[in-house]
């Protein structure tokens, strides 16, 4: 039997590893469960087998797939394909040519190929695989690598070159429940093109219970495949229309919220601005939990609505605990607010930006020029220390508007004029005083104050859950958070008592206590981009 090739289900792929297996756990039992529980597709990967033994096993596993309408490839070996008469093979990079694997197959049959760069994928393109298997995307124990970790990043530029090929992909490499959501998002190219499944060995062959294994990621995987167009960049639960109005009408709802939900928002932060982060965390109706230690990370991200990630006094050991805490937040549908100062000062915070942002998925990414010049690799801005030279982008707001679409979240650009984007919207903001320059921090703390209203968002009790990786409108509390904060200096540089920085940073604070909802509708300078 041919099957069609188009209607091949890659969304669950198993890759068997039987060395995995958990101690009296049979083979041919777990494979089945393991369907049963979701899996679309299956290939047998076996290194030390003789011939015979491995074409039985394609046999035996080739009758349990039939039952259940379920695609079986072979790693490797065409002449075991051939053999057990399966639906087609799974090549490396070293295996034989496609072509002449093409050749000896029956017409119809599945080849597949694994590629770990661009030029990989276009020779696929050019070799008219059916699918491709794109890896190693994070760290795995199953198999010895011989070429880099490709992290989402690097997956989402290999999907972009599939565009318009109707060629499927897979993702592969130390995927689990954990990190699934995290991949699918992260792992989309600039236009969107997602991946059609993902491949997984241990997370289900070493389960005890593989049935409950693949349910678990079936689940995430359905969950997404209904939900990404909507909400890899836009997370809104209103109006999906951004007007004026709307804005202005949505940031005075979550004022009001904010102060309902009363949010914990944990925030890993400079040394330089941490009290002054807490007290206008507080200002502004949330509560600051400030924490660096890695093995308290999970447990703070069950009781906080979201976390702050501020690189600004970084030191390498402060790594970890980035690390565990953005994927924790990711895992539970926090919202994770991420603040690269000076990213464009040395070469460290340039490593660790990557590293953090491969590992995890931003909500919002808030930067000055020079922070998101560096961040995007462009040379249009300089820097020099945490601040900016120079006047900033020629077109600031096509520029956030393509990095909230690379990162998949939304980008706040702080500067005379604030620019923040989802990638589908644009709104700038025309609102602050110059004395805000003047104090150290008011960046940082406007990423406080950011996260803060993301936290009140997610908690808001207007919203559903939508399969999204986080809950809630990111890119309203982006605006509130950026209004808030620039009214309010506004508001306390023309107090009386304030005669320069000093005596402006309490004045700032008292103004965010006692900010009204009227008073934002008032005196907010807002733009509607549609670029
Ligand atoms: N191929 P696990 S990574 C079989 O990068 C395989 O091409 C890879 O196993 C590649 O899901 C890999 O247990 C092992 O991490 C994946
Ligand atoms: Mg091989």
Redesign the pocket.
Known sequence: TTRNMKNIDYTLYL?T?RNLLPPNKDFFESLEESIQGGVTIVQL?EKELDTSEFVELAVKSKIICDKYNIPLLINDRVDVALAANVDGVHLGQSDMAVKRARELLPHGSIIGL?C?TVSHVKDAIKQKVDYI?I??VWG????K?TSPIIGVHGVGDMLAELEGTGIEAVA????NSINLLRTLHGCVSLKNRALDGV?????IMASPDPRCASRKLKDILVNFQRHHKFYCLRHRGRSDVVTVDSVVSGVTQLMNEIKNARPLVHQITNTVVSTQSANVTLAVGASPIMATEPSEMQDLSRVCGGLLVNIGTMRAENLEGMMIAGTSANVLKKPVIFDPVGVGASSFRKDCVKGLLNKWQASVIKGNAGELAALAGTTEVESKGVDSVGSGFKNPAEFVRNLARRERCVVVLTGPIDYISDGISTVSLDNGHELLERITGSGCILGSIVASYCAASSQADNITDNGGIFRGDMFTAAIAGVLVLTIAGELAAKRHDVKGPGSFLPALIDELASLTADQVRELSKITVKHL
Do not use: Y
């Not at 795995?140 to 198999?143: A, L």
């Open positions: 890759v590893g990967r694994s770990n298997g890896g190693a795995t124990q199953t198999k690598l592969i490499g130390g995927i491949a997984v060995v241990s997370d």
